[in-house]
T-cell receptor, first 109, second 114 residues
Framework: DAKTTQPNSMESNEEEPVHLPCNHSTISGTDYIHWYRQLPSQGPEYVIHGLTSNVNNRMASLAIAEDRKSSTLILHRATLRDAAVYYCILRDVPGKLIFGQGTTLQVKP | NAGVTQTPKFRVLKTGQSMTLLCAQDMNHEYMYWYRQDPGMGLRLIHYSVGEGTTAKGEVPDGYNVSRLKKQNFLLGLESAAPSQTSVYFC?????????????FGSGTRLTVV
């Protein structure tokens, strides 16, 4: 199963943009890049996913490197409610999501 | 739309007891998954199913069994509970197609084995 590498933690100030990086150098051509976040005592929540092109939705943007070996989740204006653990995951062909440790995002008021 | 519903939400078992966790989804999703999450850790895949009547092993399948007799339900069984199975269990589901769909997770079942 393909693996991802993320920083253990990051800090941001409220209302500023946040760029969460993820490395996935062993990604295969059919792996989709998924991002989820988990708030304390809750189940993971879908944020965004993509294959090759950059993606935008109401929650965030996903920037995918041209060689697909890295990606960046962009939160345009962080709020206190965005404090969570963010997971970057590769979905393989049978559809499994194999979680890593994720990045704990702290948002300062 | 209820999404993914897990029952029960909390349970305390004695070592050696058995129990079944139920996951139900109302989104007509083909794929369903069971994960466990230990304190301070990421989620680990236990078993998964790519369709009614099919199941497959994930990263940590030992001590668990699963069944998918109906498309909307995925059951996780513990035949003889052990303290090492104390964890929070999450169920998830998604469509077969990769295009345009994320995974929907339940709110979890917190299991304590004493």
């Amino acid at each position: 199963d393909a693996k991802t590498t993320q920083p253990n933690s990051m800090e941001s100030n409220e209302e500023e943009p946040v760029h969460l990086p993820c490395n996935h150098s062993t990604i295969s051509g059919t792996d989709y890049i998924h991002w989820y976040r988990q708030l304390p005592s809750q189940g993971p929540e879908y944020v965004i996913h993509g294959l090759t092109s950059n993606v935008n939705n109401r929650m965030a943007s996903l920037a995918i490197a041209e060689d697909r070996k890295s990606s960046t989740l962009i939160l345009h204006r962080a709020t206190l409610r965005d404090a969570a653990v963010y997971y970057c995951i590769l979905r393989d062909v049978p559809g499994k999501l194999i979680f890593g440790q994720g990045t704990t995002l702290q948002v300062k008021p | 739309n209820a999404g993914v519903t897990q029952t029960p939400k909390f349970r305390v078992l004695k070592t050696g007891q058995s129990m079944t966790l139920l996951c139900a989804q109302d989104m007509n999703h083909e794929y369903m998954y069971w994960y466990r999450q230990d304190p301070g850790m990421g989620l680990r895949l236990i078993h998964y199913s790519v369709g009614e009547g099919t199941t497959a092993k994930g990263e940590v399948p030992d001590g668990y069994n699963v069944s998918r007799l109906k498309k909307q339900n995925f059951l996780l069984g513990l035949e003889s509970a052990a303290p090492s199975q104390t964890s929070v269990y999450f169920c998830a589901s998604t469509r077969q197609s990769d295009s345009g769909y994320g995974y929907t997770f339940g709110s979890g079942t917190r299991l304590t084995v004493v």
